[in-house]
C-alpha cells in the first residue's frame, strides 16, 4: 500500500529513522471494559517485515486527559501499565498466526491489568462489533 511504502521511506531515512514505531491497534482509544479486535494493518505490516510487536498496555489515561471531554485532571490521577515481551513475527508460519497470537496476547494483557472485564461478554461485544461493520459493507 502507499501507506507502507511511506512507512518504509521514513523508516530509511537518516532523518527520521526510529527504533520503533508506536499505534493504535484498536483504530482508536478504546475506553469500554472489553478490549476490541485489533486492526490487521499494522500487524500486516510488522510480519512482512520481520519487526516485532511489543504490547503496551495503560489504563487510567482518559482519567488524566478526557478528549471527548476537553477535560484534562492535574490532581493526580493513577495511570497503571504493562509492557510485554517481544512477539517475533520469524517464530510463526504465517500472518494469520501471528495475528493471531498478537491479538490472544493483546486480549491476555488487557484482562491483567482489567479483571473486572468480562471475557464473554468481551467476545460477545468483539462479535457484535465485527457485525455492525459487515453490516454497513
Known amino acids: ?3 507502507f511504502a511511506w512507512l518504509d521511506e ?3 531515512c537518516p532523518r527520521t ?3 520503533g514505531l508506536v499505534v493504535y491497534p484498536e483504530g482508536h482509544r478504546n475506553t469500554s471494559p472489553h478490549p476490541l479486535r485489533l486492526k490487521r494493518g ?3 505490516y510488522a510480519y512482512d517485515r520481520c519487526i516485532p510487536v511489543q504490547i503496551v498496555l495503560a489504563f487510567g489515561l482518559e482519567e488524566a486527559v478526557n478528549e471527548n471531554e476537553f477535560r484534562v485532571d492535574t490532581s493526580g490521577c493513577l495511570i497503571r501499565y504493562t509492557v510485554d515481551e517481544p512477539l517475533f513475527p520469524n517464530k510463526f508460519t504465517s500472518e494469520d498466526e501471528f495475528y493471531e497470537a ?3 496476547r493483546f486480549n491476555s494483557k488487557f484482562y491483567q491489568m482489567n479483571p473486572s472485564s468480562s471475557r464473554i461478554s468481551a467476545q460477545q461485544q468483539i462479535d457484535r462489533a465485527e457485525n455492525r461493520h459487515m453490516a454497513r459493507l
Open 10 to 12: 521514513m523508516w530509511e
Open 102 to 104: 498478537v491479538q490472544h
Open 1 to 3: 500500500t502507499k501507506f
Open 17 to 19: 529513522r526510529r527504533p
Open 42 to 44: 499494522m500487524i500486516q
